[in-house]
């Protein structure tokens, strides 16, 4: 399967300030990846879809304006929480959709903390 | 609209006793199904899938499941546990289209495993 990198593992940030998640596909070439935030003690929501080349596709009630995604080449997606506040606190995870092994193989997560 | 449900938000078994995971779909068509396993603050890790073929999957770590249309269910099981296992498993779905598409989690099971 793909190998799936992001960086950082963790950032602490203050509240206003703007960070930015890097998902890697190291040997695979991902067209599509996806975003999900997971908070504690809880499972994964999807957060946005996120095409090579094309705006992300976000899932309801996620703020397109708030989390940036730009999915510019092939092994490379970021994602950017721009006016970070406290409730924006949580795991970020990518993942890269496999195609055809029907299969999404996921990054290590990021670890954001808003203070 | 496809939807999972894993009955049992923490189970704890003693090592060597048999795991057993339950999980629950709800789809008008078979979809493709996952049980994947997270360690604390870590990514998803597959652990098997079911898309087409036999209904008795095996996959890594010991673990198999079963995926019986009849009763839309695909339980997880493992007949010894160790305690490794001890970490949080989510069943996963996605439609059987084809294309790349989106994965739904459940809610999730956290393993514990006790001597």
């Known amino acids: 399967g793909a190998v799936v990198s992001q960086h950082p593992s963790w950032v602490i940030c203050k509240s206003g300030t703007s960070v930015k998640i890097e998902c890697r596909s190291l040997?695979?070439?991902?067209?599509?990846m996806f975003w999900y935030r997971q908070f504690p003690k809880q499972s994964l929501m999807l957060m946005a879809t996120?095409?090579?080349?094309?705006?992300?596709?976000?899932e309801q009630g996620v703020e397109k304006d708030k989390f940036l995604i730009n999915h510019a080449s092939l092994t490379l997606s970021t994602l950017t929480v721009t006016s970070a506040h406290p409730e924006d606190s949580s795991f970020y995870i990518c993942?890269?959709?496999?195609?055809?092994?029907?299969?999404?193989?996921f990054g290590p997560g990021t670890r954001l903390t808003v203070t | 609209a496809q939807s999972v449900t894993q009955l049992g938000s923490h189970v704890s078994v003693s090592e060597g006793a048999l795991v057993l995971l339950r999980c629950n779909y709800s789809?008008?068509?078979?979809?493709?199904l996952f049980w994947y396993v997270q360690y604390p603050n870590q990514g998803l890790q597959l652990l098997l899938k079911?898309?087409?073929?036999?209904?008795l999957v095996k996959g890594i770590n010991g673990f198999e499941a079963e995926f019986k249309k009849s009763e839309t269910s695909f339980h997880l099981t493992k007949p010894s546990a160790h305690m490794s296992d001890a970490a949080e498993y989510f069943c996963?779905?996605?439609?059987?289209?084809?294309?790349?598409?989106?994965?739904?989690f459940g809610t999730g099971t956290r393993l514990q495993v006790t001597l």
């Open positions: 993942s890269v959709d496999g195609t055809n092994s029907l299969e999404q193989y």
């Open positions: 040997d695979f070439q991902a067209t599509t």
């Open positions: 996120s095409n090579e080349g094309s705006k992300a596709t976000y």
């Open positions: 789809s008008s068509v078979p979809p493709y």
């Open positions: 079911y898309t087409t073929g036999a209904t």
């Open positions: 996963a779905v996605r439609p059987n289209t084809g294309t790349a598409s989106k994965l739904t």
